[in-house]
T-cell receptor, first 109, second 111 residues
Framework: GIQVEQSPPDLILQEGANSTLRCNFSDSVNNLQWFHQNPWGQLINLFYIPSGTKQNGRLSATTVATERYSLLYISSSQTTDSGVYFCAVELYTGNQFYFGTGTSLTVIP | DTGVSQDPRHKITKRGQNVTFRCDPISEHNRLYWYRQTLGQGPEFLTYFQNEAQLEKSRLLSDRFSAERPKGSFSTLEIQRTEQGDSAMYLC?????????FGEGSRLTVL
């Protein structure tokens, strides 16, 4: 199956700092999403971004499908940004989303 | 429009008992997925429905697991003869256009 790798695995930031999270995938994909998992375990949609660039407030994402990677940018980080960030991809031929290994982000005041 | 709803949110059971989880997807979402997540890991795919048809099943889904979506609306996931290794968060997601929306999950603890 497809390999989905995220980096870095862990990240500690001072409040106000910026960060970039990366998602690499080993095959061509039809769909790609970024999620934030809150402390209660729910996966919150951040971006549905099979290709191109999107922005939502302090967050933005870019997917370069031809080069098989996606980036999630967090600017002016806040303590509420803490949690685990996952990317998930769906193959053209598949009926499932494959999740990456996650990036655990801790923002300290 | 309400989000994906899962019930129960928490379940504690003894090894060997059967458990059933229910998922109510977003209205008119024809695709429904079940995932399982253990501590420190990303969600792992279990099964996928398009309307009432179960189109994909993971090898993770042993004979003790069964899922249904009888009328193409809500879905149930049943685990028979639970084992301690079944302890996990069970996540349901639905989709219409390709974007997944997850419920809050059902956390299972098998003693």
């Amino acid at each position: 199956g497809i390999q989905v790798e995220q980096s870095p695995p862990d990240l500690i930031l001072q409040e106000g700092a910026n960060s970039t999270l990366r998602c690499n995938f080993s095959d061509s994909v039809n769909n790609l999403q970024w999620f934030h998992q809150n402390p209660w375990g729910q996966l919150i949609n951040l971006f549905y971004i099979p290709s191109g660039t999107k922005q939502n407030g302090r967050l933005s994402a870019t997917t370069v499908a031809t080069e098989r990677y996606s980036l999630l940018y967090i600017s002016s980080s806040q303590t509420t940004d803490s949690g685990v960030y996952f990317c998930a991809v769906e193959l053209y031929t598949g009926n499932q989303f494959y999740f990456g290994t996650g990036t655990s982000l801790t923002v300290i005041p | 429009d309400t989000g994906v709803s899962q019930d129960p949110r928490h379940k504690i059971t003894k090894r060997g008992q059967n458990v059933t989880f229910r998922c109510d997807p977003i209205s008119e979402h024809n695709r429904l997925y079940w995932y399982r997540q253990t501590l420190g890991q990303g969600p792992e795919f279990l099964t996928y429905f398009q309307n009432e048809a179960q189109l994909e099943k993971s090898r993770l889904l042993s004979d003790r697991f069964s899922a249904e979506r009888p009328k193409g609306s809500f879905s149930t996931l049943e685990i028979q003869r639970t084992e301690q290794g079944d302890s996990a968060m069970y996540l349901c997601a639905s989709s219409f256009t390709g974007e997944l929306f997850f419920g809050e999950g059902s956390r299972l603890t098998v003693l």
